[in-house]
């Protein structure tokens, strides 16, 4: 079955602390990744698709689909980085129809 | 462009009732998807639809229908509720389906007594 699994809920840092929120994903064919991020009382918003291989806010994630991960990494961490962040899954190819499958999610909290 | 739009806001219901939630794409865009997100979880995919089609249905029952309107916007319906059905209800809009980034609303948030 597709799955995405995050397997920590909260994760807290200090500011200025690298930041590595875990992704794992299930699916045998070549699958899109996002990572979406809610901050506090605001909408749902895309933060980075892999295919895009960008960096927004400092933040970067590879996949890797050997270990079948799509972590989500910053070198220094800052205080409006906290917010609730989401790794989805999107089927590739021929299979994909936009359908987003995603994980329970990771608080990150950073800490001044 | 105000975004994805969303109604209500909130909704308070009772077991048994029905709820219709209502959706309004970004300008442009002809798909629309929607999302149920339990308290503590990530959101699950109910519904795709482009261009006034199905183009997709998630693991939910037959309680659960929608539609897409010929000016994109689209309705969620759900009907004989249950406690369970108390979520936040998103609608994401795209221009097309596949690799598209899909646009977030603020969702509707459904409480059934």
């Known amino acids: 079955a597709q799955r995405v699994t995050q397997p920590e809920k909260l994760l807290s840092v200090f500011k200025g602390a690298p930041v590595e929120l875990k992704c794992n994903y299930s699916?045998?064919?070549?699958?899109?990744l996002f990572w979406y991020v809610q901050y506090s009382r605001q909408r749902l918003q895309l933060l980075l698709r892999h295919i895009s291989r960008e960096s927004i806010k400092g933040f970067t994630a590879d996949l890797n689909k050997g270990e079948t991960s799509f972590h989500l990494k910053k070198p220094f961490a800052q205080e409006e980085d906290s917010a609730m962040y989401y790794c989805a899954f999107a089927g590739g190819g021929s299979s994909n129809t936009g359908k987003l499958i995603f994980g329970q999610g990771t608080t990150l909290q950073v800490k001044p | 462009d105000a975004g994805v739009t969303q109604s209500p806001t909130h909704l308070i219901k009772t077991r048994g009732q029905h709820v219709t939630l209502r959706c309004s794409p970004i300008s442009g865009h002809k798909s629309v998807s929607w999302y149920q997100q339990v308290l503590g979880q990530g959101p699950q995919f109910i519904f795709q639809y482009y261009e006034k089609e199905e183009r997709g249905r998630g693991n939910f029952p037959d309680r659960f229908s929608a539609r897409q309107f010929p000016n994109y916007s689209s309705e969620l319906n759900v009907n004989a509720l249950l406690l369970g059905d108390s979520a936040l209800y998103l609608c994401?809009?795209?221009?097309?389906?596949?690799?598209?980034?899909?646009?977030f609303g603020p969702g509707t948030r459904l409480t059934v007594l």
């Open positions: 699916y045998s064919g070549s699958p899109e």
């Open positions: 994401a809009s795209s221009f097309a389906t596949a690799r598209n980034e899909q646009f």
